[in-house]
């Protein structure tokens, strides 16, 4: 669809678009979308139509009148359609292999643990919605991603109390 | 489905008397277990775990021995039952910690095995690739033997 025929179709911008508004940023009058994580998110935003996508770049276009339109080119992170069922699978085998364990290094060293921790920062609200379901294990992890430590002290072996200061942490980080 | 899964993971547990003795719980561990505490993680990793001397932290059987020490416990040479002392028993796989036991007023052991039930057993019913074997046994006079 080229933009002229996009802007041939009625549409309505309308001065409140359906996005979160900390993933806008308004430079000299340009409109521009960041952070979002998933094509499917402006797919359906009326006011905005996708003209061209390629290499992970998407040429997106205002449904405006023509003369007054923009074309914008934003780069799109999209999260890989396996990386959640990759995440369950190995959260699956860590969990039956390692139940049985109570040293630490077993725990964190086995295969799949080491495998969700190589995904990095992806890893991470993934790794936080599991916690919401069921604590387990996941310090370590979380400890070598972040960087961080928020556990208290006095909360170290109790695993609802550790979960719950991760929970905080993952909260004030915008994960939860 | 419980003792399937025991069974799968220790195998000796097949051809030695074994009973189940708790629901799974992840609050606590083998040494947690060992040391009477059913409320935290035991593990000498303090980032994330409790160990009452910090400052003993590291993955060594010096560590347990030193830290149960602590507790009143003196290394001694063998885990047969001797009235008057209560024992608890040290697993390794190449000497790197796995596992401990505590020895049951009958003789027989008890075990937390991870996230998994307590059960009691004999030492060599939890022998094998899951916790390796026995290194070393402590014992403690029993405060409430008479």
């Given at each position: 669809?080229?933009?002229?025929?996009?802007?041939?179709?009625?549409?309505?911008?309308?001065?409140?678009?359906?996005?979160?508004?900390?993933?806008?940023?308004?430079?000299?009058?340009?409109?521009?979308?960041?952070?979002?994580?998933?094509?499917?998110?402006?797919?359906?935003?009326?006011?905005?139509?996708?003209?061209?996508?390629?290499?992970?770049?998407?040429?997106?276009?205002?449904?405006?009148?023509?003369?007054?339109?923009e074309l914008i080119e934003h780069e799109i992170i999209e999260e890989p359609e396996g990386l959640m069922e990759l995440f369950q699978e190995l959260k699956i085998t860590w969990k039956n292999d390692t139940a049985h364990?109570?040293?630490?290094?077993?725990i964190a060293m086995h295969e799949s643990y080491q495998r969700i921790m190589g995904m990095g920062e992806k890893?991470?609200?993934?790794?936080?919605?599991?916690?919401?379901?069921?604590?387990?294990?996941?310090?370590?992890?979380?400890?070598?991603?972040?960087?961080?430590?928020?556990?208290?002290?006095?909360?170290?072996?109790?695993?609802?109390?550790?979960?719950?200061?991760?929970?905080?942490?993952?909260?004030?980080?915008?994960?939860? | 489905?419980?003792?399937?899964?025991?069974?799968?993971?220790?195998?000796?547990?097949?051809?030695?008397?074994?009973?189940?003795?708790?629901?799974?719980?992840?609050?606590?561990?083998?040494?947690?277990?060992?040391?009477?505490?059913?409320?935290?993680?035991?593990?000498?990793?303090?980032?994330?775990?409790?160990?009452?001397?910090?400052?003993?932290?590291?993955?060594?059987?010096?560590?347990?021995?030193?830290?149960?020490?602590?507790?009143?416990?003196?290394?001694?040479?063998?885990?047969?039952?001797?009235?008057?002392?209560?024992?608890?028993?040290?697993?390794?796989?190449?000497?790197?910690?796995?596992?401990?036991?505590?020895?049951?007023?009958?003789?027989?052991?008890?075990?937390?095995?991870?996230?998994?039930?307590?059960?009691?057993?004999?030492?060599?019913?939890?022998?094998?690739?899951?916790?390796?074997?026995?290194?070393?046994?402590?014992?403690?006079?029993?405060?409430?033997?008479?």
């Amino acid at each position: 669809m080229t933009p002229f025929v996009e802007a041939m179709c009625p549409s309505d911008v309308t001065s409140t678009p359906p996005i979160p508004h900390e993933k806008l940023k308004c430079t000299n009058g340009e409109i521009i979308y960041s952070d979002f994580k998933n094509v499917r998110d402006i797919q359906y935003i009326p006011e905005f139509v996708i003209v061209n996508r390629n290499n992970g770049v998407a040429t997106i276009h205002p449904a405006k009148p023509f003369l007054n339109s923009e074309l914008i080119e934003h780069e799109i992170i999209e999260e890989p359609e396996g990386l959640m069922e990759l995440f369950q699978e190995l959260k699956i085998t860590w969990k039956n292999d390692t139940a049985h364990l109570s040293s630490p290094f077993d725990i964190a060293m086995h295969e799949s643990y080491q495998r969700i921790m190589g995904m990095g920062e992806k890893a991470l609200p993934l790794i936080f919605e599991e916690m919401t379901k069921e604590p387990d294990y996941w310090f370590w992890a979380l400890r070598h991603i972040t960087g961080e430590n928020p556990t208290r002290i006095e909360h170290r072996g109790n695993m609802p109390l550790m979960t719950e200061d991760w929970l905080s942490w993952a909260r004030s980080h915008s994960y939860l | 489905m419980s003792d399937e899964k025991l069974r799968a993971i220790f195998p000796n547990l097949l051809n030695t008397p074994y009973v189940i003795t708790s629901e799974k719980d992840k609050k606590y561990n083998c040494i947690a277990w060992a040391a009477g505490d059913n409320a935290k993680w035991w593990w000498p990793l303090p980032e994330d775990n409790y160990w009452p001397n910090e400052a003993q932290a590291g993955n060594t059987m010096r560590t347990f021995a030193d830290t149960f020490g602590e507790m009143g416990y003196d290394i001694c040479e063998h885990g047969g039952l001797e009235p008057g002392y209560e024992k608890v028993a040290l697993y390794t796989i190449d000497k790197a910690p796995t596992h401990m036991a505590r020895q049951l007023p009958t003789g027989d052991w008890t075990s937390k095995c991870g996230q998994l039930e307590d059960i009691s057993h004999l030492l060599e019913g939890i022998e094998g690739d899951g916790y390796g074997s026995v290194a070393l046994f402590m014992k403690r006079p029993n405060l409430d033997f008479s």
